[in-house]
């Protein structure tokens, strides 16, 4: 299980800004702001069982921490977004955005090719977690985003507030579910 952390450590801070300095300036022109800097650690001894993963990890620039006892963790920046409100967060392979809607459905949105083999089948009504079509830039993710929250909004559906360190550990648990029920 990841567990979902704030980072106050200024080292790692600094080097989640060297890393993502240019992404979170592009997410910042879209109208984001700075929500939190965090670590998303994997559970005890986890650096270990997922050793091999860590090159992969690297080679895709993730900035990586080991809290203790020898976890692998994930440092990534968050940012908040008020109109409509969203959240989005800087990693190694790319940028993703999420909306929270009433009904519990979420809206994610990302730059990451490997979204692509995950888009919702229509016949799939199971599922609340709904996935754009990955795009080149964040620019371009924030808008395929915002245009699929108008035809959701169109559907019925009604935004939720999601603006704090509790609502995105909540999403990331979301997503991670998710993602490990597509591939069992």
């Not at 997922?50 to 920046?77: C, D, S, Y």
């Not at 999601?162 to 609502?167: A, I």
Request: aromatic content about 6%.
């Amino acid at each position: 299980m990841t567990t979902c952390i704030e980072i106050t450590d200024p080292k790692l801070q600094s080097r989640i800004r060297a890393r993502y300095g240019s992404e979170i300036a592009s997410i910042q022109d879209l109208g984001f702001r700075h929500l939190a800097f965090t670590l998303e650690a994997l559970g005890p001894f986890s650096a270990v069982s997922k050793l091999l993963l860590i090159p992969l990890m690297l080679q895709a620039k993730e900035v990586l921490a080991f809290p203790f006892p020898l976890r692998l963790g994930t440092a990534n920046v968050v940012l908040v977004h008020f109109g409509p409100s969203s959240m989005a967060t800087c990693m190694g392979m790319g940028v993703k955005f999420f909306t929270n809607f009433s009904d519990g459905s979420l809206l994610i949105s990302s730059t990451l090719p490997s979204h692509a083999a995950l888009q919702n089948p229509t016949e799939d009504s199971n599922s609340n977690i709904v996935r754009t079509p990955p795009c080149l830039t964040p620019a371009q993710a924030w808008l395929s985003h915002k245009r699929r929250i108008e035809q959701l909004e169109t559907q019925g559906k009604t935004i939720c507030n999601t603006d704090s360190l509790q609502d995105y550990a909540d999403i990331s648990r979301r997503e991670d579910a998710d993602l490990s029920s597509k591939l069992t």
